[in-house]
């Protein structure tokens, strides 16, 4: 369940969709060819419904076991408050309920031996508490954010500095394009993918993101 502001209750979560590589400087560094000759097709993973944790203020997170390489992502979170199959990118906005701020984290370590492998990056993103996500602002309050900064500090320093106009697939051809793929439907959460400036933690660090608009996000790292 996750906290929803101005309200008593919470959003129940359904499933976790990801966008892989929204922002082209996040793809180039991760290693992904030059973007110049236009934009890379949106592919998407999941992560299971369960491995949400959500917070109206300090969110403590576990560090997982399994890995010596945890990455942050921080990212702007789609709160479904409707569904549907095969649904026009003109009719996409209609079905956010509201929106977020979360963080995708990954065992690098473990995502890139399965790249490596052509396996499956499952047991890199889709851990216990690997969706992290803030209160959801509805729709009646934050409207829908084309643009605006995404941010994110570790112990004070900043790590990325995005916006979301530079998202290489908007927010309705993201659903849009993933509703060809799933029906989707009302308590699904998408994450719409992570500018550059990813890197690692550790147990201790103390995480701060936002969105413009959307709004804020603290995150704890423990043991």
């Not at 101005?6 to 560094?29: K, S, T, W």
């Not at 993101?209 to 995150?219: E, R």
């Amino acid at each position: 369940m996750v906290p929803v502001l101005a309200g008593d209750l919470g959003f129940p979560v359904r499933r976790i969709f990801c966008v892989g590589r929204n922002y082209a400087d996040h793809a180039r560094e991760m290693g992904a060819n030059d973007q110049a000759e236009g934009r890379e097709p949106p592919f998407f993973f999941s992560k299971p419904g369960d491995a949400v944790v959500a917070g109206a203020g300090e969110i403590a997170v576990r560090y997982p076991p399994a890995t010596a390489n945890l990455h942050h992502e921080v990212e702007m979170v789609l709160a479904l408050g409707a569904g549907g199959a095969n649904v026009p990118a003109a009719q996409a906005l209609a079905m956010i309920f509201g929106y977020a701020v979360g963080l995708d984290l990954t065992r690098r370590d473990l995502q890139a031996a399965a790249k490596a492998k052509g396996h499956p990056w499952d047991m890199g993103k889709g851990f216990d508490q690997s969706a992290v996500c803030g209160a959801i602002t509805p729709v009646a309050a934050c409207g829908h954010p084309a643009a605006g900064r995404i941010w994110l500090t570790v112990n004070g320093e900043l790590r990325q500095d995005g916006n979301l106009a530079a998202m290489m697939w908007t927010v309705p051809e993201i659903i849009a394009q993933l509703s060809t793929l799933v029906r989707l439907e009302a308590g699904d959460l998408i994450y719409t993918g992570t500018p550059a400036g990813v890197g690692a933690i550790v147990p201790g660090d103390v995480l701060e993101g936002g969105v413009d608009g959307v709004g804020y996000l603290q995150a704890r790292i423990v043991d």
